[in-house]
């Protein structure tokens, strides 16, 4: 399907908990190119994904038996973009990420260096662009997020600038408001960073928040956010 459309399928398999098996169930073509990462919704019921070619979110339900139903819902980012002319050259929708109670969904935005929110109707298989977004500073390039355990604050990681942008999370609007960018960088070094398939932005036990990366031309180097608050450090 890549190959004749330019558009990758999406796909559902079992996993046998028990051999660690796993079966195909089906696929759905994709109404957006390049997707990047997705999310399944705290009820089970809704994959949403994040299309960084075209950027783009889809919608998919999820059947009682894991099958993927044809998309549901279909938004493509659109407005200023960010000031770095390789990187930043159009909208690119890099991750999904449902806040806890699954009322909302957030799209990191790469190219428009924005995070997205989307309030879900999980059962109608709908996204509803919200007003408010959560901006980046310019060129920062928002790769990934996590929430917070408390739900009340949300850590974006900007791949571009090196940074990790800190927002207060209001559940009840969906509102994201800048509280801190901090750099992720040592002191005096300036570079681009490069994060590996393999990196993620998740919570750790015993230490929420634990942030590891590769820094390109650097090392390695650990973030940790702190539990007490929205502020993060090195």
């Not at 806890?100 to 109608?124: E, H, K, N, Q």
């Not at 750099?183 to 994060?195: C, K, N, R």
Request: charged share 20%.
């Amino acid at each position: 399907d890549l190959e004749q459309t330019g558009f990758s399928p999406r796909n559902a398999f079992a996993l046998d908990g028990a051999t660690g098996q796993v079966s195909a169930l089906n696929s759905q073509p994709s109404p957006g190119a390049g997707p990047t990462h997705l999310a399944v919704d705290p009820s089970g019921r809704l994959v949403v994904v994040a299309n960084y070619a075209g950027g783009s979110v889809a919608a998919f339900p999820v059947g009682s038996d894991g099958r993927l139903a044809p998309h549901s819902d279909f938004h493509q980012h659109q407005g200023p973009l960010g000031p770095n002319p390789r990187r930043q050259d159009k909208p690119h929708a890099h991750m999904a990420g449902f806040d806890p109670s699954g009322r909302w969904v957030l799209i990191c935005d790469l190219g428009m260096d924005r995070t997205f929110v989307y309030a879900v109707d999980a059962a109608a298989g709908k996204l509803t662009p919200n007003p408010e977004y959560g901006p980046a500073p310019a060129g920062a390039g928002p790769r990934h997020l996590t929430f917070h355990p408390s739900g009340r604050f949300v850590h974006v990681i900007n791949e571009l600038a090196g940074s990790i942008t800190t927002f207060a999370f209001d559940g009840a609007s969906g509102r994201l408001t800048p509280l801190q960018t901090i750099s992720t960088l040592p002191e005096g070094v300036d570079v681009e960073i490069e994060i590996e398939l393999r990196e993620r932005l998740e919570p750790v036990a015993r230490a929420e928040g634990l942030v590891e990366r590769r820094l390109h031309g650097v090392g390695e180097g650990l973030l940790l956010v702190t539990p007490r608050g929205g502020e993060a450090r090195l």
